[in-house]
């Protein structure tokens, strides 16, 4: 059976990664300040977000998301996935005290995770390219997920500093 003709089917893969994603988040111990948690989610849902918007509009117009290529509710799911994904990221980041060399290494393996997820997505009709590849993705997702580790270690420096200078 092909796909793409199935009625809906990227709703349905978007709606279950969402749902999969969020109870691995509500699961996961407590790690991360609430503010900070926020702030990485809220990013990582403002940055893809803005790039999809930007890109996947007429006039750039390169790719189009989900059942309409306009915004339609069936791309909350979607949009969804996007904070879930950099919680994710950041969370085992800290978890494994990722440090120095070890950084490039660990942001490489994501950029490929997520490149793979979106290759996985396009065979779902979450993507339909016009004119876009994932080669681009790639390199979109390797710069987004290193200035998410530069902001993330800002943002613990900030909130480590403030928290010191209230004792």
């Not at 609430?34 to 790039?51: G, W």
């Not at 490489?108 to 997820?117: C, H, I, R």
Request: a neutral charge; aromatic letters at 20%.
């Amino acid at each position: 059976m092909d796909l793409v003709r199935f009625p809906e089917i990227n709703v349905w893969f978007t709606t279950a990664f969402f749902v999969i994603g969020c109870y691995l988040v509500v699961r996961l111990p407590p790690r991360l300040p609430r503010v900070i948690s926020a702030l990485i989610m809220m990013m990582s849902l403002a940055l893809p977000l803005t790039l999809d918007h930007t890109i996947g509009s007429p006039p750039i117009d390169l790719y189009d998301t989900n059942v309409q290529p306009w915004l339609t509710f069936s791309e909350l799911p979607t949009w969804g996935m996007y904070p879930v994904f950099g919680y994710v990221f950041i969370y085992l980041y800290d978890k494994f005290n990722i440090r120095g060399v070890a950084i490039p290494f660990y942001v490489l393996v994501w950029t490929f995770f997520g490149t793979a997820f979106e290759a996985l997505s396009v065979t779902f009709d979450v993507f339909s390219y016009k004119g876009w590849s994932l080669r681009y993705s790639f390199l979109v997702y390797l710069c987004t997920q290193l200035l998410v580790v530069i902001v993330f270690r800002i943002l613990m420096s900030t909130f480590i500093q403030t928290k010191e200078a209230k004792q």
